[in-house]
């Protein structure tokens, strides 16, 4: 692993080996966490360019398998999903072990070689059965204790581009992927 990383424990660049498919929450992990609402009451949210070219790095360079699961129902989402090429997204979920069944029936990838990354306890029930598990900086305590890795990013604010580019740096991809930018 690179200096970046170098604080990652043995466990954590182990697991991040393993990722076939890389399931992310919304609100507070690819948002800030903030609800914003505009004058007609509708829901804004903002996203990072940053964890969005992330997210296709890890699809182009490494053929990881992109999902979302989110509790809340908004079509932005589907929108960021559809210009990131998120092929599988789960919204209004509240029982997100429903939403990680089918997921693992529609893909047929194992739960070991998933990852996940969070901030709240509503995301336990599939961030316990995963392979790699990540949480945000600014998450919730009791999520942060059972991550494999901390991002040093806010949830919003790079963090998972900061998970991204760690999964590509495990797997051996990162270093070609960032040759092909600067040839």
């Known amino acids: ?18 990722v076939r ?28 360019a940053l964890d969005g070219h992330g997210i296709k790095m890890l ?3 490494a053929g990881i398998a992109t999902a979302i699961i989110t509790a809340r129902q908004s079509p932005i989402v589907l929108r960021r999903a559809k210009d990131l090429g998120i092929a599988h997204v789960f ?4 029982d997100k072990r429903v939403a990680f069944a089918q997921l693992l029936e529609q893909t047929g990838i194992a739960m070991s070689a998933c990852g996940y990354l969070g901030d709240d306890v509503i995301d336990l029930p599939v961030l316990t059965k995963v392979g790699f598990t990540a949480c945000v900086v600014n ?25 991204c580019d760690f ?4 797997q051996g991809y990162y270093e070609a992927a960032l040759a092909a930018y600067l040839a």
């Not at 929450?25 to 804004?44: I, K, N, Q």
């Not at 998450?139 to 806010?154: C, F, L, M, N, P």
């Not at 999964?167 to 495990?170: Q, Y």
């Open 21 to 48: 498919l890389m399931i992310f929450d919304v609100d507070g992990v690819l948002t800030d966490g903030g609800l914003y609402y505009g004058p007609e009451g509708e829901p804004v949210k903002r996203f990072n």
């Open 91 to 94: 919204q209004g979920v509240h």
């Open 167 to 170: 999964i590509l740096t495990a």
């Open 1 to 18: 692993m690179t200096d970046r990383f170098s604080k990652a424990s043995a466990a954590a660049i182990a697991n991040a080996r393993q």
């Open 139 to 163: 998450g919730h305590h009791d999520v942060k204790q059972r991550a494999d890795y901390i991002t040093e990013s806010a949830g919003g604010n790079g963090a998972a581009r900061e998970v």
């Open 59 to 61: 699809q182009q360079f």
